[in-house]
């Protein structure tokens, strides 16, 4: 019989396992497609890859036997209520982070270590295939259909949150959108808990990638324009306007949206190979981050 649900200690081995997948899948894709493909088979490879994170939930329920679609709960429609506010919060959230990642990137690089970049390329039907609309699947049905799902019954939802947020963040090794990341990440999963659908976070996080597609080209899509140094009030109060409007959206989206994070039966259940595992993945992320600032 399957299961219909993940518990606490899938946290560590969905992790784990989506870790494994991704380091099999970049290495395998690299001598395909080699070091650094152009044209189509940049974009075929990082369609694969992106497959690949994606697919890597339904091996994991097949696995563990769980049914995909009850434990991801990809079986809930979506409310447009809370996809309401998650776009809402995700416009505040993009203008917020963008001066806050050029922080960071003007820290990392003040330190002598390589700035970390994020380039998008020009072609318009491979952003909005491969970096906007299979992440916001793949991606979903990884990180909140499965994992975030696991830390559903943690005691503390704060801790569950903080979790998923981090592991999002860590599994993309990508400097130059840490904070970002976890951010999203954590806000994500309180949609996810809240709605009781992983639609919505699908929704959302397409919202957020084509945000960032659209913006690519324009001065709000140049790191330029988010110099503090060089801009510092119209970045600034663009800064603290965003994180303002971010907070407040979630506070509106609490107040007046019905949850469906029931955690009366909360998970305590421990498991010393679980959280090894956790813990050997994220090492294995955090590794290549710092790999990203020397490479």
Known sequence: MLRLSYKKRDI????????TIMLTASFALSLIFGENPEGWKFWLMQALYTLCIGGSAF?????????????????????????GWGFLAIVCLIFGMMP???MLLD??????LKRPEVELDDNLAGLIVVAAFLPAICEEIVFRGTVAQSARNMRSKAAALALSGALFSVFHVNPA????????????TLLLF????????????????ALVVALNGTPLGNDAFWNVKTNTGAVLGIMFAGLAGFCLCVFGYIKTTKSAWQTENADDEKDSLSLGVLIAAVAVCIVLWIMKLFV
């Open 177 to 188: 959108q840490t904070i970002h990341q976890f951010v999203l990440g954590a806000f994500l």
């Open 12 to 19: 560590g081995f969905s992790f784990g396992f989506v870790v």
């Open 59 to 83: 091996v994991y329920a097949a696995i563990t036997k769980t049914n995909p679609i009850a434990a991801t709960k990809l079986n809930v429609k979506p409310s447009f209520a809370h996809m």
């Open 107 to 112: 820290a990392i690089e003040a330190m002598g």
């Open 100 to 102: 806050l990642n050029s």
């Open 194 to 209: 809240r709605s009781g659908s992983l639609w919505t976070c699908i929704a959302a996080h397409l919202f957020n990638n």
